[in-house]
């Protein structure tokens, strides 16, 4: 599994896990609201930092529109700088976006992201951004949302996803999904998601498990 880093003060204990586990990847980013007191990456932070070989992702990285308020120039400048680095160092990034989704497909073509690829993480948005993010050589990850009884709009969407550009994940500790929900998450529950979108998806859940561990270590080349 991959542990996300969301800001530089927290990538010791991420990249802790993964030298402590064969089985943990890390990442190393900064959160698009990760402001109040927290480090804003230097191109050069990103770059010493994410060279570490036990880091297989830049990121988590992207735009929030929903979170924060004000002039955001601050937030799509930190964005350019993670895909710079992810260029420049070959590796593929992990993208959030709520509520910027065509700001983030601007931004990803403009700074090339498509030459490293990467996940647009615990997707929500509608099919065409999934297939511009696609065209950019983007997979798409599901995350326990789509179990969630208001969530119609994703399940129509995550059923028409190629089966080899498609991830699941839990975003834990948030967004556990049923029937633990309102519960605290945790990597564990990663199975109920997988289970129910193969069930949406009319296959089994070994069928599933095993193309999205194959697109895992097709996007994440440097955990393989």
Known sequence: MLCVCVEL????????????????????????????GARDPTLDELLTFGSDPLVVAIGETGLDYFRSEGDLDWQRERFRRHIRAARVLKKPLIIHTREAASDVIKILREER???????????????KTARDAMSLGFYISISGIVTFKSAQDLRDVAVQIPLDRLLVETDSPWLAPVPHRGKQNEPAYVTHTASYLAELRGISPATLAEATSENFFRLFTAAA
Do not use: K, T, Y
């Not at 927290?10 to 896990?17: D, K, L, T, Y």
């Not at 990467?118 to 948005?125: E, Y």
């Open 113 to 127: 992201a498509q030459d490293v690829g990467g996940v647009m993480h615990c997707f929500v948005d509608d099919l």
């Open 9 to 36: 003060e927290s990538f010791e204990e991420v990249r802790q896990a993964a030298l402590a586990h064969d089985n943990v990847f890390a990442s190393l980013g900064v959160h698009p609201n990760a402001d109040d």
